[in-house]
């Protein structure tokens, strides 16, 4: 439960002590690994809105799946610390099929990322999320990098 805790706290700092900087969001395409492999599509909302798109196959505790997350992420930019830089906050749902069990859950997120001058983007991330159906991984937790090609 403290896991919870932790993410509303980041969740309610990002909203209520950071303003938004307008910056130019790129589409991009790549992998996301950590917990499992992902393929991932970021497609811009507005300048500082996006929507993540991951399908992605996971190991968690002896059991095997294939999962898709759609998460709305907020970004906040950096570049005045440093040029290329991001940080982003979001949630969103999660579907997937586990062994022989479907299961139904959300998603939350948080991370770091830098876009190089050429068109690649590598980031960090924390993503909590909480398992509703079938209640056999209430809680799960995972840090990944990813790596996308940005167009």
């Known amino acids: 439960m403290e896991m919870k805790k932790v993410f ?3 969740a309610l700092t990002a909203g209520l002590t950071t303003s938004l900087n307008a910056q130019n969001l790129s589409k991009a395409i790549g ?3 950590g917990w499992g492999a992902e393929l991932s599509y ?3 909302v507005s300048t500082s809105n996006r929507i993540e ?3 992605g196959l ?3 505790d002896g059991t095997h799946g294939i999962f898709a997350v759609g998460i709305y992420q907020w970004v906040w930019d950096l570049s005045r610390l440093a040029p290329g830089f991001n940080w982003y906050a979001g949630a969103g749902p999660a579907v997937g099929l586990y062994t022989s069990s479907f299961a139904v859950g959300a998603v939350g ?8 001058k050429i068109p690649l ?3 960090l991330d924390y ?4 398992i509703f159906v079938p209640d056999a991984w209430p809680i799960y937790d995972a840090v990944c990098a990813g790596v996308r090609y940005t167009f």
């Open 31 to 33: 992998l996301r690994a």
């Open 8 to 10: 509303l706290l980041l």
């Open 109 to 116: 997120q948080v991370g770091i990322e830098y876009k190089f």
């Open 42 to 44: 970021q497609h811009p």
């Open 121 to 123: 983007q590598v980031s």
């Open 127 to 130: 993503r909590p999320g909480y």
């Open 58 to 60: 996971n190991f968690l």
């Open 53 to 55: 798109l991951d399908l």
